[in-house]
């Protein structure tokens, strides 16, 4: 594992932190913590591109994490780009990161992509770690840095949210939560207390809808389930995942814009290899317009001029594709 600067190198600087548009709970919490951290010597300020998650922005409002969206960071001098590694990730803030001439590092887990986005020296990027928040924690371990008790259980919270609750931890991010709750004076239920975001009536619906819309494929010993849905598409996809499916699409295409999300279950991960990013969602890319990117088990699609249900079938199509590799004569039949 290879680490940037030193945290306690950086100083006096005026610093903007930027997570991916649509902010998740672990780039805004990582971003929170990084933020605690830097300020002791540093000016820092979080730009959050186009548009925030609303758990994200629940939890940001609860720990009094501040942020601009888009904001203009022409005065910075250093930015530090947070839990994401492609363009097609940042949105609208593409052009102005490019053209930055400061200091630039970029701190992520998800897949890495093709782009540079920073100098290769000032990129760490690292697919095995759960989440962004683990390795803001490690960061701050390796520059001797102890945290404060905010720092800590926002970042114990980002783990929670990117490791599915633990449903994909490794040894180390036990580890790793063990010490931030320590550090935090945290019991676990406090920060799944601070994580809590009330389900409101339509996205109940939508998820209920998902499951009554969705159609059902055998694809040899996995279930591969698609369903067209109004929005939400990533909760619906963790629904159809929860009551059963081992690989499930959720997509829409209103106003022209289609938008993907899918999920595979740990078993078809392990069993077939299947990576949902690198096997389906940049693939994707080939046969409509627009990108795809991700993480192997949760990853998404944002296009146009395409139906989600053509869209959908595909993802089931390059999902086949994928598991044939491992799996010889599978074969694709729909439950009717
Ligand atoms: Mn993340």
């Not at 929860?242 to 078993?267: C, M, P, T, V, Y």
Request: proline fraction near 2%.
């Amino acid at each position: 594992m290879r680490y940037l600067i030193s945290l306690s190198n950086i100083k006096n600087k005026n610093i903007f932190l930027i997570t991916h548009s649509g902010a998740d709970v672990d780039a805004i919490a990582s971003a929170g913590a990084l933020s605690l951290i830097l300020e002791e010597n540093n000016s820092v300020q979080i730009a959050v591109p186009e548009h925030i998650a609303i758990p994200a922005k629940k939890l940001a409002k609860k720990a009094g994490i501040n942020y601009k969206i888009s904001p203009n960071f022409g005065q910075a001098d250093t930015i530090i780009l947070l839990d994401f590694n492609s363009w097609d990730m940042v949105g609208g803030m593409a052009p102005a990161i490019k053209a930055f001439s400061g200091k630039k590092y970029l701190v992520d887990h998800h897949t890495k992509s093709s782009d540079q986005l920073v100098p290769s020296k000032n990129t760490w990027v690292e697919a095995e770690a759960v989440a962004t928040c683990i390795m803001i924690y490690n960061w701050a371990k390796s520059s001797k840095i102890a945290l404060g008790k905010e720092a800590a259980a926002l970042l114990a919270a980002g783990i929670t949210a990117d490791s599915a609750h633990f449903l994909i931890a490794d040894a180390n991010t036990f580890l790793a939560m063990s010490e931030l709750l320590r550090m935090g004076e945290n019991k676990f239920s406090q920060i799944l207390e601070f994580l809590r975001v009330e389900r409101d009536f339509s996205e109940k619906i939508a998820m209920l809808k998902a499951a009554k819309r969705s159609r059902i494929f055998k694809l040899g010993n996995f279930i591969a389930v698609i369903s067209e849905v109004g929005a939400f598409e990533a909760d619906s996809a963790n629904a159809l995942i929860r009551i059963g499916a081992d690989l499930a699409f959720a997509g829409n295409s209103e106003n022209n814009e289609l938008k993907i999300s899918g999920r595979a279950s740990q078993s078809v991960q392990k069993k077939a290899g299947l990576d949902l990013a690198k096997d389906v969602f940049q693939p994707l890319g080939k046969f409509f317009e627009g990108s795809g990117g991700g993480h192997a088990g949760a990853a998404g699609f944002n296009g146009k001029n395409a139906s989600a249900s053509k869209a959908l079938l595909k993802c089931v199509e390059l999902s086949k594709k994928s598991i044939a590799r491992k799996v010889p004569k599978l074969q694709l039949k729909e439950y009717t």
